[in-house]
Each structure stands twice: as C-alpha cells, then as structure tokens.
C-alpha cells in the first residue's frame, strides 16, 4: 500500500534536517532551501515543469506540495483513463509555445 501526503513529506524533510542541526552535521544558519529539497522524496528528482490535473478538479490535493512552487498548471475535464495521445501532445505544445517562466520574478 502506497501512502503519498505532501504534507507529511515536509515534515518529514523537516524532522531530517532538525536530526542534521542536532548531530551537527550541519548548523542551523547554514539550512536554506536545497537542503530541505534534497530531504525530501523527489530529492533526487527535477521538480515538474507540467502538473496535468484531470477530471475537472482545480486543486493540488496534497500532491507534491513543495515541488510544484513554478510548474505549470494544466486542468482537463477528461478523466485519466480517457485522455489520449493528442490530449498531452496539446498540453505540450500550449506549455512550449503558449506560456512564459518566470520562476517567481
């Protein structure tokens, strides 16, 4: 059984850089951001340029809650099973053409 929450996975992350501060493996000026990236599940992962949401919900659903902070919503009233081939081949293009990153700026 697999137990996904976005949440949990940053208190998680938290619990195992607060472990680092006390073992001093590192000190707590030093904690930034890339630290909590690399505690967490996806550490070794890039975070998701494209975050397709299906079925016609708007919301996040506790998924991937740090990770999706500049990813690029797409919202589909299909639900997963129907999508085909095209459906994501247009998601592709309106996110290679259609939109500009600005990663917070």
């Known amino acids: 059984c697999l137990s996904y929450g976005g949440r949990g996975e940053i208190v998680n992350?938290?619990?195992?850089?607060?472990?680092?501060?006390?073992?001093?493996?590192?000190?707590?000026?030093?904690?930034?951001?890339?630290?909590?990236?690399?505690?967490?599940?996806?550490?070794?992962?890039?975070?998701?340029?494209?975050?397709?949401?299906?079925?016609?919900?708007?919301?996040?659903?506790?998924?991937?809650?740090w990770q999706v902070a500049y990813s690029e919503f797409f919202f589909l009233k299909k639900h997963w099973p129907e999508l085909q081939k095209e459906d994501l081949l247009e998601v592709i293009r309106t996110f290679a053409h259609g939109r500009k990153r600005r990663y917070g700026k």
């Open 13 to 65: 992350a938290c619990k195992g850089i607060a472990m680092d501060v006390q073992s001093g493996k590192i000190d707590v000026d030093q904690v930034g951001e890339i630290d909590l990236q690399k505690k967490m599940l996806t550490g070794h992962c890039c975070d998701p340029d494209i975050i397709i949401r299906t079925s016609g919900e708007e919301r996040l659903s506790n998924f991937l809650l």
